[in-house]
Nanobody
Framework: QVQLVQSEGGSVQAGGSLRLSCAAS????????MAWFRQAPGKERVWVAD???????MVADSVKGRFAISGDNAKNTVYLQMNSLKLEDTATYFC??????????????????WGQGTQVTVTS
């Protein structure tokens, strides 16, 4: 079993920055795709970014140039650095993990392990 524990989010003014973290109980001890998803009220959970076991990083077009995913193997932790935040970034953010060497899916239903979710609110 992989347990994912996320940091708390917060309220940030538009244009500001926030970093989320996700600590995995077994990250680095096996091969996992780690991903970030977000879900706004009344919307589906959508993929934001992922990082595979080799450290390769991908982000969604909607956040490209503003968000970055990274990992710290020593801490078994992945991060989502969010810069230039926009009102439409307001959502509950979830980290997720799926066993495997690479990230082959961006569908939420394919991920086995999930963090508890954290609220990010961007204000005007």
């Amino acid at each position: 079993q992989v347990q994912l524990v996320q940091s708390e989010g917060g309220s940030v003014q538009a244009g500001g920055s926030l970093r989320l973290s996700c600590a995995a109980s077994q990250y680095g001890r096996g091969r996992y795709c780690m991903a970030w998803f977000r879900q706004a009220p009344g919307k589906e959970r959508v993929w934001v970014a992922d990082i595979n076991s080799y450290g390769d990083q991908m982000v969604a077009d909607s956040v490209k140039g503003r968000f970055a995913i990274s990992g710290d193997n020593a801490k078994n932790t992945v991060y989502l650095q969010m810069n230039s935040l926009k009102l439409e970034d307001t959502a509950t953010y979830f980290c997720a993990a799926e066993p495997g060497a690479g990230c082959y899916t961006r569908s939420a239903v394919e991920f086995d392990y999930w963090g508890q979710g954290t609220q990010v609110t961007v204000t005007s």
